[in-house]
């Protein structure tokens, strides 16, 4: 099984709920907002993205080939919002899940608020495919995949980025709202079974 078929099976497994995509069924205006918002650089594929608010991307966290990129709250601090699979790869020992946040080490930590998966999950998700990435025989900060395997993945690259930061920030409070009410709705939905 190729690397890129291994990295897809376990997304696969978490994928569904929860406004988390796959590639290439991420939608084009979600990879958009996230690539301007979280400074993902143009030649990063974009494996799966998860939002953790209601808007193209507020918040959220997205798995690349490359790292790991995500956006918080504004009261949950971190000290990146981006880390290779090397550095996830060498920080794993200090992952800990935590009621509303993921601690990924080094100060480095990740808002899970609005998620439906658990903190646990999400760490459990990180385990999988830094065992994955350690799996890999050359050393590199990402995942290795081969011109084949490129040739599968989508990337949908805007040419507006400073526009898209720019709606992403007057957005912001109307997606506190927002997020608030799907906190709510997901309450709402565990209970009734919905």
Not at 36 to 64: K, N
Not at 144 to 165: G, R, V, Y
Request: hydrophobic residues 40%; glycine residues 4%; negative net charge.
């Amino acid at each position: 099984m190729s690397m890129l078929d291994e990295v897809m099976k376990v997304l696969t497994y978490y994928h569904g709920e929860n406004n988390f995509n796959m590639n290439p069924l991420i939608p084009k205006d979600v990879e958009h907002y996230a690539r301007a918002i979280l400074d993902i650089p143009d030649d990063e594929y974009v494996l799966a993205a998860m939002r953790t608010s209601f808007t193209q991307f507020h918040r959220g966290i997205v798995i690349g080939r490359d790292a790991i990129y995500w956006r918080n709250d504004h009261k949950v601090a971190t000290s990146v919002n981006k880390l290779t699979w090397n550095e996830l790869s060498q920080q794993k020992s200090q992952f800990r899940a935590r009621r509303r946040t993921v601690e990924l080490g080094n100060g480095a930590v990740f808002d899970n608020i609005g998620s439906l998966n658990k903190t646990s999950i999400m760490i459990n998700l990180l385990d999988l495919l830094i065992d994955r990435y350690q799996s890999q025989t050359t050393p590199s900060d990402g995942f290795i995949f081969d011109e084949a395997e490129i040739h599968e993945l989508q990337k949908s690259i805007p040419s507006n980025k400073q526009e898209l930061k720019k709606q992403c920030a007057e957005s912001a409070a109307d997606a506190e709202t927002v997020s608030f009410f799907s906190i709510i709705s997901s309450l709402l939905k565990k209970l009734f079974g919905r």
